[in-house]
């Protein structure tokens, strides 16, 4: 009855780890949901005025498609403000979320049979927007020994004649990893010898940097017009709930992107539109809540930190943005608490989850099989109590 593109569709293993969490905590357990990738914070005092005063003013009917003149304005102010790149109006496009911004470019440039090129450890979704494409997804592994960064000379061996994309994220869901500006050069000198190739760049996590400042992709004038830039207010004005998303890239691309958008959804909501205006509008230093907020995931990060080289066989890494730890755990792999082996992330995942309550998302969902992701999205106790518990636990493991 269903369709072999969505048989063939992988649930979201973030989401399924927090759906599962759910359950648990309905039937009365004390769970601490470390899988869920949103920001614990409120969304700015300014924005949200932003966002009544829409409602007030009766700003509540359809949008263009592409998002107002007056946010895709803001837009390009922001990004020439904080990332250097000049942008006009008409190559911007909103979308309901940053999910939908790439899903609109993946589809938009891939054909059957193309082949897309993915920094991994990567983004649950991407693998699964390249097969509902058809295209052919080609995984460039970067380990924990690299701090998760692929490199110039890995992503030049993946290039082959079919490839039509790169996808890039920078600071990265799952490992918090930065690239700097020398490695995302090297990486775009890669991409200069190769003509038809585009570069998706994730860029949603700007805001949630903790060392250096973050380098944006389509900086380097040679590739620029076949880089797109992907970003929104989820993260780094804590907006999640708002769904507002965008992408820059050149003309041809952008009216693409719209013209999907156009027969799937249309605008994404007016009031979320009016909101983000004030948003894009604000250089980042100038919402103390941002600043706020990221000095908090700093303090958690180096928590976790310390909490976890306290865990025998936990591996880690420095992560130095968005609010993630992936370490590897392929120790445990193998071992047995006499009822229970477990063989591999999933496996330690739901130990975990069933017997101390502490939700976690396989590394396997986002391309590393000896890791998992830990998202310090939460209080200090709730980290404090989490390793606690998970510490106890694996002592059983032998």
Avoid at 150 to 165: N, V
Wanted: hydrophobic fraction near 40%; charged fraction near 25%; charge should be neutral.
């Amino acid at each position: 009855m269903l369709s072999k593109r969505i048989l063939n569709l992988e649930e979201s293993a973030t989401l399924a780890m927090t759906a599962k969490s759910a359950v648990l905590k309905q039937e009365g357990k004390d769970v601490i949901n470390l899988s869920i990738g949103e920001p614990d914070f409120n969304t700015p005092a300014v924005i949200k005025e932003a966002g009544i005063a829409a409602i007030t003013n009766n700003f509540t009917h359809y949008t263009t498609v592409a998002g107002t003149i007056e946010l895709r304005k803001a837009i390009c102010k922001k990004l020439k403000r904080d990332n250097s790149v000049d942008y006009a109006p008409e190559q911007i496009v909103v979308s309901t979320g940053a999910k939908q911004a790439l899903s609109n470019v993946v589809l938009s440039l891939v054909d059957p049979g193309d082949e897309v090129v993915i920094a991994c450890p990567y983004w649950v979704s991407y693998s699964e927007m390249v097969k509902l494409a058809e295209g052919t997804a080609v995984l460039v592994k970067a380990g924990i020994e690299h701090d998760f960064k692929i490199t110039a000379e890995q992503l030049e061996k993946a290039i082959t004649p079919k490839t039509k994309l790169v996808m890039l994220n920078s600071p990265c869901n799952p490992t918090g990893s930065v690239y700097d500006k020398e490695e995302m050069a090297s990486l775009a000198r890669v991409i200069e010898r190769h003509p038809n190739v585009y570069v998706i760049s994730d860029e949603i996590y700007e805001h949630i940097i903790f060392k250096g400042k973050h380098e944006c992709f389509a900086q380097f004038d040679a590739i620029k017009d076949r880089v797109i830039i992907i970003n929104g207010v989820s993260k780094g004005f804590a907006m999640t709930g708002w769904r507002l998303g965008f992408s820059a890239s050149i003309t041809p691309i952008a009216k693409a992107c719209s013209k999907l958008q156009g027969q799937l959804t249309s605008a994404t909501t007016s009031i979320a539109q009016q909101a983000s205006i004030l948003a894009f509008n604000s250089a980042p230093d100038e919402i103390p809540e941002m600043k706020v907020m990221v000095a908090k995931f700093k303090e958690r990060r180096d928590l976790l930190l310390n909490l976890l080289k306290d865990v025998p066989g936990f591996i880690t890494n420095v992560p130095d943005g968005a609010f993630y730890v992936f370490p590897d755990v392929s120790y445990y792999y193998g071992k047995s608490d006499g009822k229970v082996t477990i063989n591999n992330g999933k496996d330690l995942c739901m130990y975990i989850l069933e017997n101390v309550y502490v939700a976690l998302v396989p590394g396997a969902a986002f391309g590393d099989e000896k890791c998992i992701r830990f998202s310090y999205a939460t209080s200090e106790k709730n980290l404090i109590e989490a390793v606690r518990r998970i510490k106890e636990l694996l002592s059983n493991l032998k």
